[in-house]
């Protein structure tokens, strides 16, 4: 197949999504349904007739606004003191597509690192090391790869960049030898956003890494496979003063619930921001993130009450298949104490699947259902619809579900909404919106919009504490529509 072979050999396999991915019909059919919900005007590519691999590809990467920087080799998760470390990395597309043409031509972006530990309100700065940073100067082999050498570390008109790192002490007072280096680290990797490096992207964390004052025999042979890595978290500001981070854990190669898609990004994004100006929004509100993947919106909503308003808490269950749950687990155990669990708590949920689906509607009545790009396969729309009414209480339960348009054939897409539309109100989330059918308890805060002026500092802060955005989350693909249950 021609898309997996654009793809590099380390890179995040495109195969591991090829669910989530169906070629448009070449017909498109006019919208045929009243119950269809209003959608967010089509664009020229939407339109346009895919006939070969390429065009298809092509689409994959103009639907991408959102891009993030991920390890495009595996790196020693060993490292030593004062040496210098190259680590190889792409910027790629939620599907792990690279960058390509005239986008990886714009592609300068420089970056700039920090070492985070982990502490009692999320991860830190090391106070006691710091990692310098440099360009790569590449031997003639390496620019066979696409790299080329640059003066600074990160991306020079290219979709695959280096950067050279070691870690130093930051204080000459701290000893090497007397003062033991940190046992297990992570690397914050970020993009400066200053002109002329403008090309936005998720920054990367890697680790955690094992750093060691002096070479030892074990860390003699760094390529060996137990000292490779390939763990990539995303890191979420939590708070711009201390500028401490929520991490998390990417499974590049656990399939679509193993990365944290557009929908999730935006759908954080119109959360903590709203949660941010407005944190009784979802006080004591009881949650669903409904196959959550890597879990990323509902732990990030848990961590900023958390961290903020402890005193709000929802309650939040974060749900998937069986088999999807590690992970959802893993990054739970990352950022919280065992406290938590009170508040957050992970079900399987298949949908469809009644003794699921009841467990958790019996537990009480739900208030938020958060459904991020759940949308993708045509053979389960009516198992999902489905649990998403039984989940669902008429003038309380309110779902936000974000979908992005990567190839499902439109009647695919008509279909699902027809569904949905024998017993939900269906309305497009924008501003100016008007407020029939939303829950009750969301009428009185105001419903979530979609505000271009808020697309600021949702992706992380920089190390100059300014904090970044990807630009416009409306510019992302992404369509969020709210659901509330009919009355019968
Ligand atoms: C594209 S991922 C979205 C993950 C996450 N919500 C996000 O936006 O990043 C789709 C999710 O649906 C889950 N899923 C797929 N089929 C499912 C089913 N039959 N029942 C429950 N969950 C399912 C997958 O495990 C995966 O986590």
Redesign the pocket.
């Known amino acids: 197949m021609l898309l997996k072979a654009i793809i590099v050999s380390d890179a995040p396999k495109l195969a591991t999504s090829s669910c989530?991915i169906q070629r448009s019909s070449s017909r498109r059919k006019p919208l045929s349904t009243s119950s269809v919900p209003p959608r967010a005007s089509r664009t020229n590519v939407d339109k346009q007739t895919t006939t070969t691999d390429g065009d298809f590809y092509q689409v994959l990467q103009r639907y991408s606004t959102l891009y993030r920087i991920v390890l495009a080799r595996p790196m020693s998760n060993g490292l030593i003191l004062d040496e210098w470390q190259r680590i190889y990395i792409q910027v790629v597309n939620e599907l792990g597509l690279l960058l390509d043409g005239e986008k990886a031509k714009q592609c300068c972006m420089r970056l700039s690192c920090r070492l985070l530990v982990k502490g009692p309100e999320g991860f830190v700065q090391d106070p006691n090391y710091h990692m310098e940073t440099r360009g790569s100067l590449y031997d003639a082999w390496e620019t066979m790869d696409g790299l080329t050498s640059s003066n600074w570390p990160g991306f020079y008109d290219s979709g695959s960049g280096s950067i050279d790192v070691r870690i130093v002490a930051t204080h000459s007072k701290v000893s090497q030898k007397a003062c033991c280096p940190p046992k297990s680290i992570y690397i914050h990797i970020s993009p400066v956003f200053e002109e002329p490096y403008s090309f936005h992207a998720l920054p990367l964390v890697i680790g955690p890494v094992e750093v060691e004052a002096e070479k030892s025999a074990r860390t003699n042979d760094t390529w060996g496979a137990d000292r490779q890595s390939k763990a990539m978290h995303r890191a979420f500001c939590l708070d711009q003063t201390s500028m401490s981070v929520f991490l998390i854990k990417e499974g590049w190669m656990c399939g679509?619930?193993g990365?944290?898609?557009d929908?999730?990004l935006v759908l954080s994004d119109m959360l903590v921001n709203r949660i941010r100006h407005q944190p009784q929004y979802l006080e004591h509100r009881r949650i669903i993130?409904l196959?959550?993947?890597?879990g990323?919106?509902g732990l990030l909503i848990s961590s900023i009450y958390q961290r903020w308003f402890p005193d709000r808490m929802p309650q939040i269950t974060l749900t998937?298949?069986p088999e999807?749950l590690s992970l959802i687990e893993f990054n739970k155990n990352l950022n919280f104490n065992s406290d938590i669990n009170a508040n957050v708590r992970i079900e399987p949920?298949?949908?469809g699947n009644i003794d699921h689906t009841t467990h958790i509607a019996n537990s009480g009545p739900v208030d938020l259902i958060i459904a991020?790009?759940?949308v993708?396969?045509p053979s389960?729309f009516s198992?999902l619809v489905q649990t998403l009414e039984t989940l669902s209480t008429p003038g309380r339960t309110v779902i936000y579900l974000?979908y992005k348009r990567r190839g499902l054939k439109e009647e695919d897409e008509d279909q699902f909404f027809k569904l949905c539309s024998a017993n939900f109100h269906i309305s497009l989330v924008q501003k100016n919106q008007m407020s029939d059918g939303f829950g009750d308890w969301e009428r009185e805060q105001a419903p979530l919009v979609r505000d271009s002026d808020d697309g600021k500092g949702w992706m992380g802060i920089l190390p100059s504490g300014r904090t970044s955005s990807l630009g416009n989350p409306q510019e992302t693909g992404v369509r969020v529509y709210r659901l509330t249950k009919k009355i019968n």
Do not use: F, H, R
């Not at 196959?291 to 890597?294: E, H, L, V």
């Open positions: 989530i679509t619930p990365k944290m898609w929908s999730a993130d196959s959550a993947g890597t990323s919106v998937d298949l999807a949920l298949e949908w991020s790009d759940v993708y396969n389960c198992l974000g």
